[in-house]
């Protein structure tokens, strides 16, 4: 009799599952999405270790390294891009200011490396560092300044 019970509980409870919206088994990918994709200010950091390590290699002259990390850099703009387009912190399309900030100034690094020319290196890099701020003080989190 106890047994009858306990099944007409579980048969119960297994209804009320089905009766909510989201059963155990229905996954919302959004949900599953939101908590595993990294949020735009841990993408942020990991930018930030490749920006540090440009800076060591262009002292080392490592140019392999500097081009490395450049790559590095450009896979996170592309899931910036892909991830956090239109967030809600930023004042235009994440692409748009990529465009103007981050673009031009790689493209001109990538070259100095091509010509092994270590001062250019360094002024692009200042360059560099400039516009990362730039894109902060745009977007009112002009206080986060990196050097
Ligand atoms: C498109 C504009 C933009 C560009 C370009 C940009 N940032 Fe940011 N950055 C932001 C915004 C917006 C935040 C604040 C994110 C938040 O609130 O979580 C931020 C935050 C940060 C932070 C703080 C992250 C934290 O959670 O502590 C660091 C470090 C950082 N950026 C480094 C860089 C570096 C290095 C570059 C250049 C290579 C760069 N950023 C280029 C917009 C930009």
Do not use: W
């Amino acid at each position: 009799m106890n047994q009858y019970y306990i099944l007409i509980f579980v048969i119960a409870l297994l209804s009320s599952c089905n009766d909510s919206k989201k059963g155990i088994l229905e996954i919302d990918n959004h949900e599953v999405e939101s908590n595993l994709v990294p949020g735009i200010g841990e993408y942020m950091v990991q930018l930030e270790y490749h920006y540090h390590a440009i800076k060591a290699a262009i002292n080392d002259t490592n140019f392999k390294r500097v081009e490395f990390e450049i790559n590095e850099m450009d896979e996170v703009f592309e899931k910036i891009e892909h991830f956090h387009n239109q967030h809600e912190k930023l004042k235009q399309p994440f692409s748009t200011l990529n465009q103007s900030f981050m673009m031009p100034v790689l493209h001109e690094l990538r070259y100095a490396v091509s010509r092994k020319n270590v001062d250019s290196c360094l002024v692009i890099f200042n360059q560099l560092s400039s516009n990362c701020n730039a894109c902060h003080a745009l977007n009112d989190v002009g206080f986060i300044k990196v050097k």
